[in-house]
């Protein structure tokens, strides 16, 4: 018997020593290579902020995935998703997102899934789309919710930013503030305060050109919003400002003091109305202003504006002769791709009975990121405008028969603090007066934050030499600088 569990013992020793000098030795590392094990490693790579690592570990887990495996493709797609959006490779992340709502199978699972697709259609500028995702969401996800706010107040529709919001207040708790999540929620439902709350607001602005015409321009207005609506995108919202400019070329010195009131609403989703109105004085003259504007815009990718103003020409020799305009625009824009095709046409009539004709077109390419992740967002933009004056015999304004501008601008905007935002434009282009041209360059460069007590404040300077209502012509600069304060009364 003894003798018989011996041999049985040696027997099983070889079977195993044959077993394993037949396999070969790729399969002795199978658990350690299989997807699952992949998984887990991107799992830790993007805990352990590797995004660029856990990007690897989910692509080679789902290169060997079969079709039948939904949990674990999920699981995968859902973590290269993340680990693309960390590394700002936006459609990339879109493109994963989109499937891993598609392959959840629980709803929990795609509430997750639909939060991070709505991040990246609003981080593409589609915030309708973001919106439609969100919203129905919004009540059972703290971050559906956040992107459901965040594209509505993009869209400028504040009451549905509220709802949205305030369908996950009482689930915030302490642990819950600290995170990126929970500080995203709470500087969204500020910005509604905001935007909702009685605003005091004043700005001023100096500006110099070639000519030595110095302009100084001093506001302070008020603005306030009705009660709030369940019904309507956003709030009924009114303002009054008085304003004071002075026009100074070292000869002459007009004072433009006026008043002014206006009201913004929205009928629906779709239409937002702005309407103006005040009255002006520029010495023995007194004039009424008014303006009004239109701007509808049914999906993400077209809108169309229409616009009408009425003001007097705020040149100090336009002024004394007491020139006036009437000015109607109809514009519009679409989206191809992810480039944005915008354009109008304009009219303008003047009280010396000259006619001016032209139009503006504007081609915007998508936001890239030429230093990689976490460096300014910059796009390119060709920029055209052009127009013509019947009359070429009228004086205090720029009347060219013709002029024509061409230029190639630099959209940069980055974030330079979490609460503070610089977007800054730069072009070089030609421009044609009368069919001789010469060189242009434009910068227009702004920070914007908030100060203590929620005061909003941008500050910006611009320089410039294309053509403008005071150009003398060729060779014409003009450099501003303003500074815009916004102080919420609640």
């Known amino acids: ?68 495996a939904r949990e674990d493709r999920f699981a995968a797609t ?53 919106f439609d995702l969100s919203f129905p969401l919004a009540p059972k996800s703290l971050a559906n919710a956040v992107q459901a706010g965040r594209a509505a107040l993009v869209l400028g529709w504040e009451n549905r930013a509220r709802v949205a919001l305030e369908s996950q207040a009482s689930n915030i708790t302490s642990e819950i503030a600290e995170t990126r999540l929970g500080r995203t929620f709470r500087t969204q439902m500020e910005e509604v305060r905001f935007r909702t709350a009685p605003v005091l607001s004043t700005r001023f602005e100096y500006s110099e050109d070639s000519d030595g015409v110095r302009t100084y321009d001093t506001l302070l207005g008020l603005s306030m919003s009705a009660a709030m609506s369940q019904v ?33 609403f929205r009928p629906s989703e779709d239409l937002k109305v702005t309407l103006g109105a005040g009255v002006a004085n520029a010495g023995d003259w007194t004039y009424p202003l008014a303006a009004a504007q239109a701007a509808y815009r049914r999906s993400d990718d077209w809108g169309l504006e229409f616009s009408a103003e009425y003001d007097a020409v705020k040149t100090n ?9 009437y000015t109607a625009t109809i514009g519009g824009d679409f989206r191809l791709g992810n480039t944005v095709f915008a354009g109008a046409i304009f009219r303008q009539w003047f009280s010396d009975d000259n006619v001016r004709t032209g139009g503006v077109a504007r081609i915007t390419s998508p936001s890239f990121l030429p230093f990689g992740p976490g460096s300014p967002a910059v796009a390119l933009q060709l920029y055209a405008r052009a127009f013509e004056n019947s009359r070429t015999d ?67 300077v611009r320089h410039g030499d294309s053509a403008a209502f005071s150009s003398s012509g060729l060779g014409y600069s003009q450099t501003s600088v303003s500074m815009a304060l916004a102080l919420p009364l609640q």
Not at 38 to 44: L, V
């Open 1 to 68: 018997m003894g003798h018989e569990v011996v041999v049985r013992r040696i027997l099983q020793i070889l079977s195993a020593l044959l077993l394993a000098y037949a396999t070969p030795p790729c399969l002795s590392a199978v658990t350690a290579d299989s997807p699952a094990a992949k998984i887990r490693a991107g799992h830790a790579a993007l805990k352990d902020e590797k995004p660029a690592a856990a990007l690897e570990f989910y692509q080679s887990a789902l290169a060997t995935l079969p079709a039948g």
């Open 78 to 130: 859902l973590g290269l998703a993340r680990a693309a959006a960390w590394l700002e490779k936006y459609a990339l992340a879109e493109e994963n997102y989109r499937a891993a709502v598609t392959l959840a199978s629980r709803d929990e699972d795609r509430a997750v899934a639909s939060a991070g697709l709505a991040e990246m259609l609003n981080v593409a500028d589609r915030p309708r789309a973001a």
């Open 232 to 264: 309507a995108p956003s709030p009924f919202r009114w303002d009054i400002a008085g304003r004071y400019q002075v026009v100074d070329d070292g000869q002459r010195h007009t004072e433009i003091p006026q008043i002014q009131g206006g009201l913004s």
């Open 317 to 325: 020799e336009a002024l004394e002769r007491h020139i006036k305009y």
């Open 394 to 460: 009228v004086v205090g304004y720029f009347h060219p028969k013709r002029y024509d501008e061409e230029r190639l601008n630099l959209l940069l905007s980055t974030r330079v603090s979490p609460s503070w935002v610089l977007r800054a434009v730069a072009g070089v282009g030609k421009q044609s007066i009368e069919g001789e041209r010469s060189s242009t360059f434009n910068t227009d460069a702004t920070i914007s934050g908030q100060l203590p007590r929620a005061v909003r404040v941008d500050i910006s």
